[in-house]
């Protein structure tokens, strides 16, 4: 299976703020990685998908890039709204699998 | 508006099994896989397999082969999860989603439906 391995695992940040969360994949995944919002109450939705496509209902302060086996979320401004568990998911081969997560705290 | 609505919290004893229900709506229900998610503190996020909605077939990750069946009833565009032989190990939250392939974006996710595996 291939590993993905996100960093930070706790990221302290202020409002308004900029901020990047990376994932490395343990071999290439040709731009098929994803990432998700996880909030407090359990509630999970896709935010980018192939790397860089924003999910329908997005903000554009979301964004993604990356390639090979390094890829990055940044949030170009923090909202209120935005402090939760982030996690990137490969789905090149079978099985996919998630990164441990950051966790986007208030400072 | 699409919606994956799963079963409550169950309290299961050692060696028992559990089914999980996760039912559709607001899109056509045989159009996408559904795939189920496994969430423990330890382990984070990981992926039980999927099933092909339209035909019934399935795909699990090896770790949870013989431990979840997953099967479907396209009457009530419901999904389901069972899991058996269960052990404290199991203990977690677990998520359908929703996908065109299990290869795409799991674009809508259930609430999650928690198992307690307990004596």
């Known amino acids: 299976d291939i590993q993905m391995t996100q960093s930070p695992s706790s990221l302290p940040a202020s409002l308004g703020e900029r901020v990047t969360i990376s994932c490395r994949a343990s071999?290439?995944?040709?731009?098929?990685l994803n990432w998700y919002q996880q909030k407090p109450d359990g509630t999970i939705k896709p935010l980018i998908y192939?790397?860089?496509n924003l999910q329908s209902g997005v903000p554009s302060r979301f964004s993604g890039s990356g390639s090979g086996t390094d890829y990055s979320l940044t949030i170009s401004s923090l909202e209120p709204e935005d402090f939760a568990m982030y996690y990137c998911?490969?789905?090149?081969?079978?099985?996919?699998?998630f990164g441990g997560g950051t966790k986007l705290e208030l400072k | 508006q699409v919606q994956l609505q799963q079963s409550g919290a169950e309290l299961a004893k050692p060696g028992s099994s559990v089914k999980i229900s996760c039912k559709a709506s607001?899109?056509?229900?045989?159009?996408?896989?559904i795939s189920w998610i496994k969430q423990t503190t330890g382990q984070g996020l990981e992926y039980i397999g999927y099933?092909?909605?339209?035909?019934?077939?399935?795909n699990y990750n090896e770790k949870f082969k013989g431990k979840a069946t997953l099967t479907v009833d396209k009457s009530s565009s419901t999904a389901f999860m069972q899991l058996s032989s269960l052990t404290p190990d199991d203990s977690a939250v677990y998520y359908c989603?929703?996908?065109?392939?299990?290869?795409?974006?799991?674009?809508?996710w259930g609430q999650g439906a928690s198992v307690t595996v307990s004596s």
């Open positions: 989603a929703r996908g065109l392939r299990y290869y795409y974006v799991m674009d809508a």
């Open positions: 607001g899109y056509t229900f045989t159009s996408y896989y």
């Open positions: 099933i092909n909605t339209g035909s019934g077939g399935t």
């Open positions: 071999q290439g995944i040709s731009n098929n």
């Open positions: 192939y790397t860089s």
């Open positions: 998911q490969q789905d090149a081969s079978f099985p996919p699998t």
